[in-house]
């Protein structure tokens, strides 16, 4: 085996947190170790490496964690690390310890600020994509969007249930302030009437005539789905325009918020994630840099940070048509 | 054994729907069928007695729903029968099947009806009470209570992580217009700083001295359970507030709603429902009216629908206390 | 208020282990803070006393366990504490640390090693029932037992999926090695056509008349639950002897085995488990000794040792005679 | 648009049950009544074709489905119709009926069946891999795989709780008789200390020896986890075998059995799930025959039976790797 490009690494977690970060976070721990590279933790993203919160992490660090929601390395925003004196602390604390490669797990935010860090202070890093959105280019799934897929159903499914027994029409904002993806399948999978979401120019007349042919097909009530980034309007602002052509429909709002976030991953999510961990690792000891590693058709592949930041996992058009013929 | 004091009878649900209403259903069916009394399922609660709505039911109707939320002979509110003529048809309806008796699962909008409607025509009733709000004299737990405390209990254990990883304080509403059953317990169940509900006086002092203590006691994220009904204000209002006194707080607002009515009930609403159910049957056999079957220290009871309207259950004073001490 | 009868406490958990113990231990850990009575963990039950393994707990020490499965202080079987020497040891470490009081956590077992030993050493001692057999005397419900039947249920649920779907007849094992209790609630709660339970006497004849009923009423499958201290046979005999009696059912075995100990603890359990850890310091300050905390119609009430030992929770007939009418 | 190549459809389950087959029926039922085919569903599998178990379905038949386990259609294995007589009953009843196109949901031995049918008789036939397994070649996942890896994952955790309580060491089986995906994939989820699969060869000195590093680690429990056809031999095997070796160890073993069939299937199976019914109409419609309908890379794509039947889904060498470096 050919000598590592790093000899010590951190890790940490940024952006808003999803469930698998600490599964990611195992992962990357315990592949360290297993080639004898010196890993350390850092506390609450970029503010913990400028306000120098590192502990050194072994294998059983992170005993019994791959199960556990949230992120115990905690996330934060960091405004400071916006500022070019707040990445030169940082940097100074990776030199003080001799830190030459770092791991950061999050979402687009946490890619631009280490492109940044990696382009003013040459330090090796590599992101691991933990995001329930699932709109990162460059891997199929983002870690956490599983298990948010599986919430966001689940909840939506008890709603159905007084939905059905009320004869009533429900709509229910999931998360997505850019993208579609939760409400384009948790809507596919709790048999949605319509799913609003912001890839789509949606139109009030089209959700009246959906309703309409609901109505005609014999449905006594529905759920629309809509992504938090609909452009068409406020979840309240769709329920009051539906009131408004449809004066009977006994009609209830649901928000699910940051339920979503939460919860142990699926096994899907921590699958993903021990296997990102593990790539980001040997990413960097193979001198990788500024790349994201993700999953595409069941390959580790590296995507530099900056296509990863400007290009967009796409909404699939064809499941956008067969959530249509599905929901009738 | 002695002869039944019914012959026919029929069942409904009316008012919210609660999980296990469908268990009761089956208990109520197949307890009739056991003592040979024919049964029918009414639909939509008392519009569907009105409007003439009825289906014979046997074992078999009643097949594999004992794990289903919701109610599969739905609930509706009626206008109509709040008016003599409205009862005098659901009556018309029931003599002409020669229906002598009458199940009705529900709340106290339910008993209220039923009542009314027993005094008016005579008809042997008795309720179960159905409702995941517990605030129901006469029972120890009401249908549905159970299920929805541990619906509230996961929401909030995934809002946990969250909050944890990002050091926040979350407000979260809970159902209980009145009562601060559903809040309190899970409240406690969750290790929430604080609970506010309507059956205690709280105050913006008491809460704002709350995040004081948890700040020294080095808690970096708390959830406050609000209880729908709490009187200090809403959730908005005390989130609003809370950002007035403590500016540095990274504050959210969740509002649980609708997913804590649904769901697959838990094992003790299916047993306690399948109790009730039986217990409603055997009581208008045993010439018993104008009651609701509840348990009561593992005992069967039935108290007057006048009761059970009037008197609710009380929050216990001593979990009160405790949530406070455990929250430290 | 009055003096306390104890200073210093410890706390540990003995026995099998049941969800919810971490809830217990969390409220015993704060109480005894807010009362500022000091406070031990003792880790693997009595070998802990023995082998002198004490840890200072605080209101921190026990921060987000109250929903973590299993018992953060551990458990085993103490062969050396029955021995005079062992318990000698053990004492000794108390006094050692001027521990005056005692908590444990666990079954029968673990009540009569705190028995002998209060009974030789005079050391103050409360138990605390954690099992989810829920046999113990003294209390409506043990601690775990709620969650293992939600745990048992939602299980038998999924094998209700494959046993519809193909037609067959499930034998299904739950724990209970002397009580009905999980496999008669378990059983109603999912619509077993029999349950079989230690506390009553079976027989195949009963079982295949059973059998002969449902295939008359148009049972097309059939869940059997049997308690695993059924003493009619062993699941794998039923089994068989059900195949030589109706040679064209397909049957299968499932034996459910730990995960019925395992798992987050209901809502129930976590409030159950709060308000019992209360009991057990305030017991312990009011100069209470050799007694159980329980709960009994939402009253904390105080069982001797001696009664919780020999007295067991009687099945409740009516629950048995209800299993069979609603099984129609 | 072009013209259909089929009529009238039919669709049935066969072979193993697994969760979100009723997910694949509602996509071929309402896929077809969206383009204008008629559909019927066939009961019980190659049974229900022989013996004219018929029912035409429309949008309204497979409501509320999306979600339920198991398959409303049943499932079962049919000796007649691997008879050239049974074979020919059945293709009379779809000539009777005008029936040119058939779906069928299920594995290999299905995959099987629908071949020497077409081949027989000519009528077109489309499959879709419904199975716990993924061991079918031509899709990325199978049916139901997903749900239940979530639900090993769920027990195998729970049995975690137990096991580190007592510091024991669990054997879990899981299924997977010719395969070890679940094993795989729920092991690494879990942190399984060791995985056993059908696919590789192992031996009882890796498994001893994979103890002595988990104990050097400072590991107090350990799971184990082995699929069904694991070639060492039977779980209880190795149980023993691992006794003899380590004589101090507290040991267990859980057979994960049919709870892994059942339940609701997830998020990402009832997409599939939609997906394949879909695909498996407009295949059908478009002329094709005697293919599976798989998703590959988020791409449709039809395999001959007779690829998807001989060759398998490898398991991923890398992943197999990876479990052991995570183990650590």
Redesign the interface.
């Known amino acids: 085996m050919e000598e590592s490009a790093v000899k010590k690494i951190a890790v940490f977690?940024s952006g808003g947190?999803a469930?698998g970060m600490n599964a990611a976070l195992?992962?990357v721990v315990?592949?360290a170790?297993?080639f004898k590279i010196e890993c350390y933790g850092v506390r609450?993203g970029y503010n913990g490496l400028i306000n120098d919160d590192f502990t050194k992490m072994g294998?059983?660090s992170v005993?019994?964690i791959?199960?556990?929601?949230?992120?115990i390395l905690?996330?934060?925003r960091s405004l400071e690390f916006k500022t070019k004196e707040g990445r030169k602390k940082a940097y100074d604390n990776l030199v003080k310890r001799g830190i030459d490669g770092l791991v950061c797990i999050g979402g687009d935010g946490t890619f631009t600020g280490a492109k940044i860090f990696n382009e003013e202070f040459g330090v090796k890093v590599i992101g691991i994509p933990g995001t329930i959105d699932n709109d990162i280019f460059g891997t199929?799934n983002t870690i956490g969007y599983?298990t948010a897929?599986?919430?966001?159903?689940e909840?939506i499914?008890?709603?159905?249930?007084?939905a059905?027994?009320?004869?009533r029409v429900?709509f229910v904002e999931v998360m997505g302030r850019d993208a579609g993806f939760i409400a384009l399948?948790?809507g596919?999978?709790?048999?949605a009437v319509d799913i609003l979401i912001p890839e789509r120019k949606d139109s009030i007349d089209d959700l009246f005539e959906t309703f309409e042919k609901a109505e005609k097909?014999?449905?006594t009530s529905s759920i629309v789905v809509v992504a938090e980034g609909e452009k068409l309007g406020s979840i309240y602002d769709l329920a009051k325009a539906t009131k408004a052509g449809f004066p009977d429909y006994d009609i209830?709002v649901?928000?699910?918020?940051?339920?979503q976030?939460?919860?142990?991953p699926?096994?899907?999510d921590?699958?993903l994630a021990?296997?990102l961990g593990?790539g980001a690792v040997i990413g960097l000891m193979a001198g990788k840099t500024n790349k994201m590693a993700g999953m595409?058709?069941?390959n580790?592949v590296y995507t530099p940070f900056e296509e990863a930041i400007k290009k967009h996992n796409e909404i699939?058009q064809?499941?956008l048509k067969?959530s249509e013929?599905?929901a009738?």
């Open positions: 977690t947190d469930p195992r992962a315990r592949t170790s297993h609450e294998p059983r005993k019994n791959i199960g556990a929601g949230g992120t905690r996330s934060a199929d599983d897929l599986n919430t966001a159903m909840a499914d008890k709603i159905r249930d007084t059905t027994s009320h004869n429900f399948n948790s596919i999978a709790t048999g097909a014999g449905k209830r649901a928000i699910l918020g940051h339920i976030r939460g919860g142990s699926s096994c899907a921590r699958v021990s296997r593990y595409q058709s069941n580790l699939d064809n499941l067969l013929i599905l009738i």
